[in-house]
Protein backbone atom coordinates (compact mmCIF):
# COMPACT_ATOMS: atom_id res chain seq x y z
CA UNK A 1 0.00 0.00 0.00
CA UNK A 2 2.69 2.49 1.14
CA UNK A 3 4.65 1.44 -2.24
CA UNK A 4 1.49 2.53 -4.47
CA UNK A 5 1.05 5.64 -2.85
CA UNK A 6 4.83 6.50 -3.64
CA UNK A 7 4.11 5.35 -7.21
CA UNK A 8 0.93 7.68 -7.55
CA UNK A 9 2.63 10.62 -10.11
CA UNK A 10 1.74 14.42 -8.27
CA UNK A 11 -1.58 15.59 -9.12
CA UNK A 12 -1.92 17.19 -12.47
CA UNK A 13 -1.59 20.81 -12.63
CA UNK A 14 -0.10 21.77 -9.01
CA UNK A 15 2.57 23.95 -9.19
CA UNK A 16 5.90 25.02 -7.10
CA UNK A 17 6.45 27.63 -5.01
CA UNK A 18 9.38 29.03 -2.95
CA UNK A 19 10.01 27.55 0.79
CA UNK A 20 9.42 31.00 2.03
CA UNK A 21 5.84 30.74 1.53
CA UNK A 22 5.36 28.42 3.79
CA UNK A 23 4.19 30.74 6.31
CA UNK A 24 1.78 32.30 3.97
CA UNK A 25 0.30 28.95 3.05
CA UNK A 26 -0.41 28.53 6.71
CA UNK A 27 -2.08 32.09 7.39
CA UNK A 28 -5.73 31.93 7.93
CA UNK A 29 -6.35 32.51 11.66
CA UNK A 30 -7.30 36.01 13.04
CA UNK A 31 -5.00 38.39 12.37
CA UNK A 32 -4.09 39.98 16.14
CA UNK A 33 -2.77 43.65 17.26
CA UNK A 34 -0.11 42.56 19.87
CA UNK A 35 -0.09 45.65 22.88
CA UNK A 36 2.99 45.61 25.14
CA UNK A 37 4.52 48.72 27.72
CA UNK A 38 7.34 49.06 28.77
CA UNK A 39 8.84 52.23 30.86
CA UNK A 40 5.34 53.43 30.82
CA UNK A 41 5.10 53.71 26.86
CA UNK A 42 1.93 51.31 25.43
CA UNK A 43 2.48 50.29 21.55
CA UNK A 44 0.65 48.02 19.52
CA UNK A 45 1.67 46.30 15.98
CA UNK A 46 -0.40 44.10 13.68
CA UNK A 47 0.58 40.26 14.24
CA UNK A 48 -0.48 37.04 12.36
CA UNK A 49 2.15 35.05 13.40
CA UNK A 50 0.81 33.36 16.48
CA UNK A 51 -0.06 29.61 17.22
CA UNK A 52 -1.55 27.83 20.35
CA UNK A 53 1.46 26.00 22.17
CA UNK A 54 -0.37 24.29 24.80
CA UNK A 55 -3.51 23.33 26.61
CA UNK A 56 -2.32 22.82 30.00
CA UNK A 57 -1.10 24.92 31.18
CA UNK A 58 -2.79 26.97 28.38
CA UNK A 59 0.30 28.68 26.50
CA UNK A 60 0.23 30.90 23.09
CA UNK A 61 2.96 31.91 21.38
CA UNK A 62 3.94 35.16 18.60
CA UNK A 63 6.77 34.74 16.49
CA UNK A 64 8.18 38.88 16.21
CA UNK A 65 10.82 39.99 14.19
CA UNK A 66 13.50 40.15 16.03
CA UNK A 67 14.36 43.79 14.83
CA UNK A 68 11.00 44.65 15.91
CA UNK A 69 10.51 47.09 18.32
CA UNK A 70 7.74 45.34 19.49
CA UNK A 71 10.12 41.88 20.53
CA UNK A 72 12.30 44.80 22.51
CA UNK A 73 9.44 45.54 24.13
CA UNK A 74 8.13 42.25 24.72
CA UNK A 75 11.71 40.85 25.94
CA UNK A 76 11.93 43.87 28.73
CA UNK A 77 8.08 43.98 29.76
CA UNK A 78 8.10 39.80 29.73
CA UNK A 79 4.37 40.36 29.52
CA UNK A 80 1.90 41.15 25.76
CA UNK A 81 -1.68 41.38 25.19
CA UNK A 82 -3.17 39.71 22.09
CA UNK A 83 -6.46 41.57 20.79
CA UNK A 84 -8.22 40.48 17.65
CA UNK A 85 -9.65 43.17 16.29
CA UNK A 86 -13.36 43.00 14.80
CA UNK A 87 -13.81 43.75 11.01
CA UNK A 88 -14.37 47.56 11.38
CA UNK A 89 -10.83 47.78 12.25
CA UNK A 90 -9.25 46.77 8.96
CA UNK A 91 -7.83 49.81 7.96
CA UNK A 92 -6.33 50.59 11.52
CA UNK A 93 -4.67 47.44 11.70
CA UNK A 94 -2.71 47.78 7.92
CA UNK A 95 -1.80 51.44 9.01
CA UNK A 96 -0.32 49.74 12.51
CA UNK A 97 1.78 47.59 10.58
CA UNK A 98 3.58 50.25 8.67
CA UNK A 99 4.41 52.73 11.55
CA UNK A 100 7.46 51.71 14.80
CA UNK A 101 6.12 52.53 18.04
CA UNK A 102 10.17 53.05 18.08
CA UNK A 103 9.49 56.43 16.18
CA UNK A 104 5.89 56.67 17.11
CA UNK A 105 3.16 56.75 19.62
CA UNK A 106 0.73 54.84 17.36
CA UNK A 107 -2.46 55.20 20.02
CA UNK A 108 -1.74 58.84 19.43
CA UNK A 109 -1.79 58.60 16.08
CA UNK A 110 -4.51 56.27 15.39
CA UNK A 111 -6.63 57.61 18.57
CA UNK A 112 -7.23 54.12 19.09
CA UNK A 113 -9.98 53.58 22.63
CA UNK A 114 -7.87 51.23 24.61
CA UNK A 115 -9.04 50.20 28.73
CA UNK A 116 -6.84 48.17 31.26
CA UNK A 117 -6.08 44.47 31.07
CA UNK A 118 -6.35 42.66 33.90
CA UNK A 119 -3.44 40.57 35.09
CA UNK A 120 -0.99 42.84 32.75
CA UNK A 121 0.26 46.63 32.19
CA UNK A 122 -0.39 46.42 28.60
CA UNK A 123 -3.74 48.02 27.51
CA UNK A 124 -5.96 46.63 25.75
CA UNK A 125 -7.98 47.48 22.24
CA UNK A 126 -11.42 48.09 22.49
CA UNK A 127 -13.15 47.15 18.75
CA UNK A 128 -11.61 44.11 19.21
CA UNK A 129 -13.46 40.83 19.53
CA UNK A 130 -11.05 39.10 21.65
CA UNK A 131 -8.30 39.80 23.93
CA UNK A 132 -5.53 36.86 25.74
CA UNK A 133 -3.21 38.53 28.28
CA UNK A 134 -0.28 36.51 28.50
CA UNK A 135 2.77 36.19 30.63
CA UNK A 136 6.52 35.77 28.63
CA UNK A 137 7.47 31.63 30.21
CA UNK A 138 10.10 31.21 27.10
CA UNK A 139 11.33 33.17 24.65
CA UNK A 140 13.22 30.92 21.43
CA UNK A 141 15.09 32.70 18.88
CA UNK A 142 14.25 31.12 15.26
CA UNK A 143 16.27 32.47 12.38
CA UNK A 144 14.97 36.27 12.29
CA UNK A 145 11.84 36.19 14.31
CA UNK A 146 11.89 34.99 18.12
CA UNK A 147 8.97 33.29 19.06
CA UNK A 148 7.35 34.10 22.48
CA UNK A 149 5.11 32.05 24.69
CA UNK A 150 3.18 33.02 27.14
CA UNK A 151 0.74 31.83 29.74
CA UNK A 152 -2.14 32.72 29.77
CA UNK A 153 -3.08 35.02 32.64
CA UNK A 154 -6.89 36.15 30.90
CA UNK A 155 -8.99 35.60 28.45
CA UNK A 156 -12.01 37.68 27.58
CA UNK A 157 -14.51 37.99 24.72
CA UNK A 158 -17.36 39.73 22.95
CA UNK A 159 -20.00 37.17 23.39
CA UNK A 160 -21.28 38.67 19.57
CA UNK A 161 -18.55 37.21 18.27
CA UNK A 162 -17.28 34.07 19.96
CA UNK A 163 -19.21 31.87 21.91
CA UNK A 164 -17.36 29.15 22.32
CA UNK A 165 -15.82 29.31 18.93
CA UNK A 166 -16.40 32.04 16.55
CA UNK A 167 -19.56 32.39 15.91
CA UNK A 168 -19.55 33.94 12.18
CA UNK A 169 -22.65 35.78 12.84
CA UNK A 170 -22.49 39.45 12.43
CA UNK A 171 -20.28 40.54 9.53
CA UNK A 172 -19.28 43.34 11.56
CA UNK A 173 -18.33 41.11 14.76
CA UNK A 174 -16.24 39.10 12.81
CA UNK A 175 -12.18 38.44 13.16
CA UNK A 176 -9.74 39.46 9.90
CA UNK A 177 -8.01 37.31 8.10
CA UNK A 178 -4.82 38.33 6.86
CA UNK A 179 -3.93 36.88 3.46
CA UNK A 180 -0.75 39.35 2.15
CA UNK A 181 0.11 42.60 1.35
CA UNK A 182 -3.03 44.67 2.13
CA UNK A 183 -5.55 41.71 1.69
CA UNK A 184 -7.89 40.66 4.02
CA UNK A 185 -11.03 38.08 4.38
CA UNK A 186 -13.26 37.11 7.16
CA UNK A 187 -15.26 33.63 7.89
CA UNK A 188 -17.96 33.44 5.49
CA UNK A 189 -20.06 30.27 7.13
CA UNK A 190 -19.94 27.31 9.54
CA UNK A 191 -20.06 23.57 8.02
CA UNK A 192 -20.61 20.61 9.97
CA UNK A 193 -18.82 17.66 9.42
CA UNK A 194 -20.59 14.60 10.07
CA UNK A 195 -19.36 12.59 13.07
CA UNK A 196 -17.35 9.49 12.21
CA UNK A 197 -19.38 6.34 14.18
CA UNK A 198 -18.49 3.20 11.77
CA UNK A 199 -14.73 3.05 12.27
CA UNK A 200 -15.00 -0.62 10.84
CA UNK A 201 -14.86 0.77 7.12
CA UNK A 202 -14.14 4.31 6.94
CA UNK A 203 -13.55 4.30 3.00
CA UNK A 204 -17.02 2.71 2.55
CA UNK A 205 -18.44 5.24 5.27
CA UNK A 206 -16.43 8.23 3.17
CA UNK A 207 -17.77 7.25 -0.43
CA UNK A 208 -21.42 7.19 1.35
CA UNK A 209 -21.14 10.47 2.74
CA UNK A 210 -19.21 12.13 -0.55
CA UNK A 211 -22.21 10.39 -2.51
CA UNK A 212 -24.96 12.24 0.08
CA UNK A 213 -23.37 15.25 -0.84
CA UNK A 214 -23.47 15.59 -4.18
CA UNK A 215 -26.81 14.44 -3.71
CA UNK A 216 -27.46 17.32 -1.58
CA UNK A 217 -25.32 19.36 -4.48
CA UNK A 218 -27.86 18.38 -7.08
CA UNK A 219 -30.75 19.04 -5.07
CA UNK A 220 -29.56 22.44 -4.47
CA UNK A 221 -28.75 23.34 -7.81
CA UNK A 222 -32.34 21.79 -9.11
CA UNK A 223 -34.07 24.03 -6.32
CA UNK A 224 -31.77 27.11 -8.13
CA UNK A 225 -33.00 26.28 -11.41
CA UNK A 226 -36.64 26.22 -10.12
CA UNK A 227 -36.61 29.47 -8.27
CA UNK A 228 -35.17 31.19 -10.99
CA UNK A 229 -37.44 29.79 -13.80
CA UNK A 230 -40.57 30.77 -11.41
CA UNK A 231 -38.98 34.52 -11.76
CA UNK A 232 -38.20 34.68 -15.28
CA UNK A 233 -41.94 33.32 -15.93
CA UNK A 234 -43.04 36.21 -14.02
CA UNK A 235 -40.86 38.64 -16.02
CA UNK A 236 -42.59 36.97 -19.27
CA UNK A 237 -45.55 37.43 -18.19
CA UNK A 238 -44.99 40.98 -17.85
CA UNK A 239 -45.63 41.18 -14.27
CA UNK A 240 -43.17 43.00 -11.94
CA UNK A 241 -40.24 41.32 -9.68
CA UNK A 242 -39.31 42.94 -6.68
CA UNK A 243 -35.47 43.08 -6.04
CA UNK A 244 -35.81 41.75 -2.78
CA UNK A 245 -37.15 38.26 -4.22
CA UNK A 246 -33.42 37.70 -5.44
CA UNK A 247 -32.23 38.82 -2.17
CA UNK A 248 -34.54 36.19 -0.28
CA UNK A 249 -33.30 33.55 -2.90
CA UNK A 250 -29.92 34.16 -1.67
CA UNK A 251 -30.94 34.10 1.78
CA UNK A 252 -32.76 31.06 1.59
CA UNK A 253 -29.09 29.79 0.35
CA UNK A 254 -30.24 29.23 -3.36
CA UNK A 255 -27.27 30.45 -4.76
CA UNK A 256 -27.88 33.19 -8.00
CA UNK A 257 -25.36 33.36 -10.56
CA UNK A 258 -23.98 36.47 -11.62
CA UNK A 259 -25.39 35.09 -15.59
CA UNK A 260 -29.16 34.98 -13.64
CA UNK A 261 -28.35 38.21 -12.24
CA UNK A 262 -28.21 39.96 -15.60
CA UNK A 263 -30.59 37.95 -17.13
CA UNK A 264 -33.06 38.57 -14.35
CA UNK A 265 -32.06 42.14 -14.25
CA UNK A 266 -33.62 43.21 -17.44
CA UNK A 267 -36.94 42.27 -16.39
CA UNK A 268 -37.08 43.80 -13.25
CA UNK A 269 -39.62 46.63 -12.31
CA UNK A 270 -38.66 48.95 -9.44
CA UNK A 271 -41.71 49.50 -7.13
CA UNK A 272 -43.73 46.73 -8.88
C1 LIG B 1 -1.41 42.08 8.81
C2 LIG B 1 -0.01 42.16 9.36
C3 LIG B 1 0.52 41.07 10.02
C4 LIG B 1 1.81 41.12 10.57
N1 LIG B 1 2.29 40.04 11.24
C5 LIG B 1 3.52 40.11 11.83
C6 LIG B 1 4.00 39.02 12.61
O1 LIG B 1 3.36 38.00 12.77
N2 LIG B 1 5.23 39.16 13.19
C7 LIG B 1 5.98 40.29 13.05
O2 LIG B 1 7.08 40.37 13.59
N3 LIG B 1 5.54 41.35 12.31
C8 LIG B 1 4.32 41.28 11.72
N4 LIG B 1 3.84 42.33 10.98
C9 LIG B 1 4.70 43.51 10.81
C10 LIG B 1 4.65 44.44 12.03
O3 LIG B 1 3.35 44.60 12.53
C11 LIG B 1 5.18 45.81 11.61
O4 LIG B 1 6.52 45.68 11.26
C12 LIG B 1 5.02 46.84 12.70
O5 LIG B 1 5.33 48.11 12.16
C13 LIG B 1 5.92 46.58 13.89
O6 LIG B 1 5.71 47.58 14.83
P1 LIG B 1 6.78 47.92 15.96
O7 LIG B 1 8.02 48.46 15.25
O8 LIG B 1 6.11 48.98 16.78
O9 LIG B 1 7.05 46.66 16.69
C14 LIG B 1 2.59 42.30 10.43
C15 LIG B 1 2.04 43.39 9.74
C16 LIG B 1 0.76 43.32 9.22
C17 LIG B 1 0.18 44.51 8.51
Redesign the pocket.
Known sequence: MADDFALNPPPEGIEDRPNGMAGRVLLGGP?TLVTTTWRGKP?V??????MPLSAKPPVVGI???QE???AEMVRHAQEFAINVPARPLLHH??Y???????HVD?FEATQLETFPARTITAPLVAGCCAWIECQVVEAYPIGD?VLFAGLVTAVRVDPASFEDRWLVGDPEKRPLH?LAANQYSTLNGVLEARLPRDFEAPERVLRDRIAEELELTREARERREEAVGELREEIRRGHAVDPAALDELAKSGIEVSPDDLIDLSKGIVLGG
Not at 45 to 50: D, G, K, L, T
Not at 96 to 102: C, K, Q, T, V, Y
Open positions: VNAPVSWHAIGRHTVQLGALSGEKHF
